[in-house]
C-alpha cells in the first residue's frame, strides 16, 4: 500500500532563516507530488508540483522553491523565511498514470517569528 | 482559470441533524472528491466520484456526480461530534495535472 510521510511535523524559524521540508511517498512510482499552504481556518493554496523528476511547476510567484531530486521525494526550500511564510504545508500525491485519486501527507505546522 | 464555488462556507447545527454541502463550476470535471480535515492534520478523502450522475455512499455520507458534470454535493446523515472539521470537494479537469479545490465548508456541531 502506498503512504506519504512529511517531516518534520513542525517547526519554529527565526525570519531570514533557510527552509527545507521533505515530503516522501513509498510504494508507487513515477507519482504527481504536490506541495500545498494552508492558513489557519483557510482553504489549499497550491504552490508547487512535479509530473516527474527534476519537473517543477510554480503555481504562486513567491519566497519559496521546490525540487524534486528522486522519483519519490519532493522537497520545499526557502533561502530566507518571512513571516508570511507561517502556515500549515501540505503534500499530496497522486498517481499519473490512473488520474483517480489524491492523497494527503500529515503536513508541516510552519511558524515564523 | 478554473474554480469551484463550494457552499456553505460554514455551518452549525444540532448532533443528529443532517448535513448538505455542494460545489459548482463553470468547468466540467472527469472527477470529483470530497475530503475531511481534521485540525492540524491532512485532508482525508471521503468519497471519489468518477462517472456523471454517480451516487455514492460511505456509511452515513453521500456523495453526487452532477449531470452536468460541473457539480457535486455531499450529504451527511444523523451528524456525530466526530463530524466536526472542515469538508472540501476537489475536481480533476481530463487533461490538467491538478485537482481544483473548493475553499472548504466548516462544520461545528452542538451537542
Known amino acids: 500500500s502506498q503512504t506519504i510521510h512529511q517531516w518534520p511535523a513542525t517547526l519554529v524559524q527565526p525570519v531570514g532563516s533557510p527552509l527545507s521540508l521533505e515530503c516522501t511517498v513509498e510504494?508507487?512510482?513515477?507519482?504527481?507530488l504536490y506541495w500545498y499552504r494552508q492558513a489557519a481556518g483557510r482553504g489549499l493554496q497550491l504552490l508547487f508540483y512535479?509530473?516527474?523528476?527534476?519537473?517543477i511547476s510554480s503555481e504562486v510567484p513567491q519566497n519559496l522553491s521546490a525540487s524534486r531530486p528522486q522519483d519519490r521525494q519532493f522537497i520545499l526550500s526557502s533561502k530566507k523565511l518571512l513571516l508570511s511564510d507561517s502556515g500549515f504545508y501540505l503534500c499530496a500525491w497522486i498517481d499519473g498514470v490512473l488520474w483517480e485519486t489524491q492523497y494527503f501527507g500529515p503536513g508541516t505546522r510552519l511558524l515564523v517569528l | 482559470g478554473q474554480q469551484l464555488n463550494q457552499s456553505p462556507q460554514s455551518m452549525f447545527i444540532q448532533e443528529g441533524e443532517d448535513v448538505s454541502m455542494n460545489c459548482t463550476s463553470s468547468s466540467i470535471f472527469n472527477t470529483w472528491l470530497w475530503y475531511k480535515q481534521d485540525p492540524g492534520e491532512g485532508p482525508v478523502l471521503l468519497i471519489a466520484l468518477y462517472k456523471a450522475g454517480e451516487l455514492t455512499s460511505n456509511g452515513r455520507l453521500t456523495a453526487q456526480f452532477g449531470i452536468t458534470r460541473k457539480d457535486s454535493f455531499l450529504n451527511i446523515s444523523a451528524s456525530i461530534p466526530s463530524d466536526v472539521g472542515i469538508y472540501f470537494c476537489a475536481g480533476l479537469i481530463q487533461g490538467a495535472q491538478k485537482l481544483v479545490f473548493g475553499q472548504g465548508t466548516r462544520l461545528t456541531i452542538n451537542p
Open positions: 512535479s509530473v516527474g523528476i527534476g519537473q
Open positions: 510504494g508507487t512510482s513515477n507519482p504527481n
